[in-house]
């Protein structure tokens, strides 16, 4: 076995809903000693399981060759006890609708009516067959790495273990924050997880105050935690997993990092507060169409699976 280090560090933590946490003379397992102050923060963060952090200011920090004492992960609580049931996350595509602003709307019309199709079969029966004309970004969608690089995998390439079945958890983000970093990430689990940031923006879906440029989005540094994490994909109930606003100058750093890595994106999510933290199975899978990186889809949670 190698060395193992510890950091002994003074932090001061501020929330993001108020109030504050200082700790003096912390010590904490690390993986080497050329750790930097962000990701010490990070795993400070998670060592203790805090929520809704905002800042950690580490100060006097020492590093010490001493042997791990083992950490601490966040517990998975008990959960609710009932029966397994269904839970619908998804937008409903209506003829019309606005998801994105200023992005044509779907049309819903019938190709063959049911009084036209009676000439074709026996009396009494009747089919009825629709048609929709829509771009792919409408409704709640999936986002594939072709979406966004010209070699990535589209929608028929991306595998299902990418998108259904996938336990979930779901991050709660406070009231009023639009930006989802490193650090209100980094309490939670999320290997081989469906990562379903929670920001209360889908009341705000079909107005005009849901393209709003205040809009609550992942962080280019947070998209590289949940890459270095092993998320398995990432959803988020806003109008864009990134930063839409003028500031932004047209950069993705979320949508670029998850998708490079093959982590499938979903986009408008509803529904998140019904919930629980963990526990749940999570599913958004698309048609498979070839040569398309985005489509929509009826994502839903399955509660209490056995």
């Not at 930097?36 to 923060?41: S, Y």
């Not at 805090?50 to 920090?61: D, F, Y």
């Not at 920001?199 to 205040?214: I, K, L, M, V």
């Amino acid at each position: 076995m190698g060395n193992q280090w510890r950091a002994q560090f003074d932090a001061e933590v501020t929330f993001a809903n108020g109030g504050g946490l200082r700790t003096d003379g912390f010590r904490l397992d690390i993986p080497g000693r050329d750790i930097a102050d962000d990701e010490l923060a990070a795993l400070f963060v998670r060592h203790l399981g805090l929520l809704m952090v905002a800042e950690v200011r580490i100060t006097g920090r020492t590093i010490i060759e001493e042997p791990h004492k083992g950490g601490r992960g966040m517990a998975a609580g008990p959960g609710d006890s009932s029966r397994r049931r269904l839970v619908e996350l998804s937008h409903v595509v209506t003829d019309g609708m606005t998801t994105l602003p200023g992005w044509p709307a779907p049309r819903i019309t019938e190709w063959l009516t049911r009084e036209a199709s009676r000439a074709n079969y026996a009396p009494g029966t009747e089919f009825q067959v629709g048609r929709i004309d829509m771009i792919a970004n409408t409704g709640t969608y999936l986002d594939t790495p072709a979406h966004r690089f010209a070699d990535g995998a589209d929608l028929a390439g991306t595998p299902l273990d990418r998108l259904a079945d996938l336990p979930g958890v779901v991050v709660r983000v406070p009231a009023g924050t639009r930006a989802v970093d490193r650090l209100l990430l980094a309490p939670y689990d999320v290997a081989g997880h469906a990562v379903l940031l929670h920001t209360g923006w889908s009341a705000h879906f079909g107005t005009d105050r849901y393209g709003a440029p205040e809009a609550p989005y992942l962080t280019g540094d947070g998209a590289r935690a949940l890459v270095d994490a092993g998320a398995a994909l990432v959803g988020i109930d806003s109008i864009n997993i990134d930063d839409m606003s003028p500031a932004a100058a047209g950069e993705r750093p979320a949508h670029s990092a998850l998708l490079a890595a093959g982590v499938p994106i979903v986009e408008h999510l509803t529904g998140l507060d019904a919930l629980p933290p963990t526990g749940f199975r999570f599913t958004a899978a698309p048609p498979m169409v070839a040569g398309m990186g985005t489509f929509p889809v009826r994502a839903f949670a399955v509660l209490n699976p056995t």
